[in-house]
Every structure is written in structure tokens, then in C-alpha cells.
């Protein structure tokens, strides 16, 4: 079985507009009681567990002084090890300095994910982004000097009085920068975000076509470069290049995270940590980390979940496999999963090839509605 390794680091020097993830200004007392969090977290991870993949996310890791980095990376690595496959660390333009590469690079890191999100200065303010596309360039530059194997870069479309056009050229400049995968996502509108405030004052406003068509500008677009799509948001330059810490999580493998609000699926769980440094610290350091959203996983559930974000990606789901990996025993009756399916098939959303079912072009575009579909029949059967 695969696992992965999730470390949230919450540190930001401001919160974009689009953000909704828990976050802390980086103040030295904070940070040195995270980084004590941390190595208490890591402690209590059971011994006998072996990491796959692992992923630094934020937040913005390298917000993080290089000298915490190490002593961050050399916390875990003394008690996970480093027989991993796959480390990722998240970044932004005006953290990317020298020292920091080659501190992770030292420790094992394999993958640099940098969020540019535009290099339009204009749709840069209006994400409320710290960065110019000055400091994207150079940042670059130093991310190449490294020598690091695998790149990532984190692009938004859809974006508040973005054209297509608009959206061609970013995309454009982001392919000419040869990274080896390359992530976007549709402009969401979360609760509490300074964006979602300008939607319920009418400022902002959600337009379904105009998505639908920067969605297919860019799928198209990102093919022609060669950069060949494996998710309904992610494209690779080459098979080994995709994110496997992702890949495992789509499928519905086990994952732990650490560090306050991050969640985990593991040893038939799934929930998440304390939205607070001080409530998290407090509750490891009484062995009691106070989980919370706690949920236990069914076989039935996570059957369900390897269907709706399976078919997020390109290569579909193989429903006989599923079924026989969550119900080995004939415990899950499948047979109104799979009249679903047929009927998405009809609708023109699903193709079969061969064993497997597949997203069309039009399924892709309405995903999210076929996932709640699932879940929707999920709880209907499962109440």
C-alpha cells in the first residue's frame, strides 16, 4: 500500500484573496513553537510506517528561514527515514532564495512547486499576490541553478477581468519557463476569502461558459506544448514527472499530515488536526492531538471516493478492480454505481476502454457535478 506524508507549514506574509487554507504571519514565537509542534508530531508517528511520497505545502514553506528548513527536514527525516520515492516543496516567487534550495535540495527534496498564478501584474493584485512577474524570472533562474529533477508551476484562470487571450499568454510564458509539470485551476470562490465577499456584494460575479471555455483553451493549448494531461488539472512533460504523492491520494491511498489543520486518512480515519498552533501544540504535548472532522472510513465510502476522484484522471477507474479491492467479500452492492456509470455513459459523459470507464471532453467539463452525483447516491444508499 501506498502512503504519503503530508507537512503543513502555515506561514504567510499575507492572505490572497483566493485563500482559504489556515495560516499565520510569521512571527519567531509562532515559529519556533511550530517547529517544536512538529518534531513532536513526527515522534508519534508509528515506527513501523514507511513513506512513499511526501509533500510540504502551505502556507508558503519557504517563507521558512533556511536554517528552520533544515532543522524541519532533519526532524522528520530522523524519524520517518528516507526511503521515500518523492518529496515536494510548495513555494512563491519572492521566497525562492538560494540558501533555501540548497538546504532542501541536501535534505532529499525532488520536486520544487512554485505558484505563479498569472504573470499579468494586474491579475496579480486582484489575487491579492505579493509577487511581480519580475520576481517570477528570477526565481526561476535560481530554481534551474539548482539542478533540482522535477518542477511544477501553479497557474489560475478564470481569473476577475481575464481575458482568453489573457489566459494564452500566461500560459504561454509559463511553457516557455521548460518546467516538467504544470498545475491550473479554475478560479474558486471559497467561504471567508476576500473574493467571496466581493461575489456576495455582486462585484464578482460566476459565469459557467466563460470557465468552460478557459478550461478547453488551456487543455488544448498545454497539449499542442507537449505537456500531456493526467488529471482534470495537472499535466506532465513525461509519465515520470506527474506528482505520485497526488496520484496515491486520488486513489484513495493512506496519507498522514502533520502540522495544525492538516488532515489525514490513515489506519481507517480520516480527519483533520487543530486550525491553531497553540491547540495543536497544547494537544500533542499531552498525546492527545485532539482530532478533529473525524470520520470512520467504510469500505463503502472510500469505494465511492476511488470512483469520483478516479475519474478525475485521464487513465479513468477500472470498476471490477475497485470493487474488488474495497469489497473482496461481495459487501458493497455495486450494481446502482454501476447503473450510474451506464447512465453517464448515455448522457455522453463516459466512454468504456476496455475494462475501463473514462471521462469524455464533456464529462471532464462537468466533473464535479458527476462527483456529487456518486456521492449523492452514496448517502442515499449508505444513510
Not at 509577487?131 to 530554481?143: G, S
Not at 499542442?224 to 491520494?249: D, K, M, P, W
Not at 476502454?353 to 473514462?358: T, Y
Request: proline letters at 3%; glycine letters at 8%; hydrophobic letters at 35%.
Amino acid at each position: 500500500m501506498q502512503i504519503g506524508l503530508y507537512c503543513h507549514i502555515p506561514f504567510c506574509a499575507s492572505t490572497c484573496d483566493f485563500c482559504a487554507f489556515y495560516q499565520e504571519k510569521p512571527k519567531r514565537s509562532e515559529l519556533l513553537a511550530y517547529l517544536e509542534g512538529m518534531e513532536l508530531e513526527f515522534k508519534q508517528i508509528p515506527k513501523s510506517t514507511r513513506f512513499d511520497t511526501i509533500f510540504w505545502g502551505g502556507g508558503t514553506p519557504t517563507l521558512l528561514p533556511a536554517n528552520d528548513l533544515k532543522r524541519l527536514g532533519e526532524s522528520m527525516l530522523k524519524h520517518i527515514g528516507n526511503d521515500f520515492k518523492e518529496w515536494t516543496v510548495e513555494m512563491a516567487p519572492s521566497t525562492v532564495k538560494a540558501d533555501k534550495l540548497k538546504v532542501l535540495l541536501d535534505l532529499g527534496v525532488t520536486r520544487f512547486s512554485m505558484g505563479i498564478q498569472s504573470f499579468n501584474p494586474i491579475s496579480l493584485e486582484k489575487l491579492g499576490r505579493l509577487h511581480n512577474p519580475k520576481q517570477v524570472y528570477t526565481a526561476w533562474e535560481l530554481i534551474e541553478a539548482s539542478g533540482v529533477k522535477e518542477t511544477n508551476v501553479d497557474m489560475m484562470f478564470a481569473l476577475p477581468n481575464q481575458e482568453l487571450d489573457d489566459w494564452h499568454e500566461d500560459l504561454n510564458k509559463a511553457n516557455n519557463l521548460g518546467s516538467t509539470h504544470l498545475s491550473t485551476y479554475c478560479l474558486t470562490f471559497e467561504e471567508d476569502t476576500a473574493l467571496y465577499v466581493k461575489l456576495s456584494e455582486g462585484k464578482l460575479k460566476i459565469d459557467e461558459e466563460r470557465e468552460r471555455a478557459f478550461y478547453e483553451k488551456g487543455w488544448d493549448l498545454l497539449n499542442s506544448f507537449g505537456l500531456s494531461q493526467y488529471e482534470i488539472s495537472n499535466f506532465a512533460r513525461s509519465e515520470s514527472s506527474r506528482c505520485f504523492h497526488n496520484v496515491n491520494t486520488w486513489k484513495m491511498y493512506d496519507w498522514i499530515g502533520c502540522g495544525p489543520s492538516a488532515a489525514s486518512q490513515f489506519d481507517g480515519l480520516r480527519y483533520s488536526n487543530p486550525s491553531s498552533i497553540e491547540k495543536w501544540l497544547k494537544g500533542l504535548k499531552s498525546s492527545n492531538l485532539n482530532k478533529e472532522e473525524t470520520v470512520n472510513l467504510s469500505q463503502d465510502l472510500l469505494f465511492a471516493d476511488s470512483l469520483i476522484f478516479g475519474l478525475r484522471m485521464n487513465e479513468g477507474i477500472d470498476f471490477c478492480e475497485l470493487l474488488n479491492r474495497f469489497s473482496p467479500n461481495g459487501n458493497i452492492d455495486a450494481s446502482p454505481f454501476l447503473k450510474l456509470m451506464n447512465q453517464f455513459k448515455a448522457e455522453g459523459y463516459l466512454i468504456e476502454k476496455g475494462s475501463r470507464f473514462v471521462l469524455t471532453r464533456e464529462g471532464q467539463l462537468k466533473c464535479d457535478g458527476i462527483g456529487l452525483e456518486i456521492l449523492d447516491l452514496h448517502s442515499n444508499i449508505y444513510v
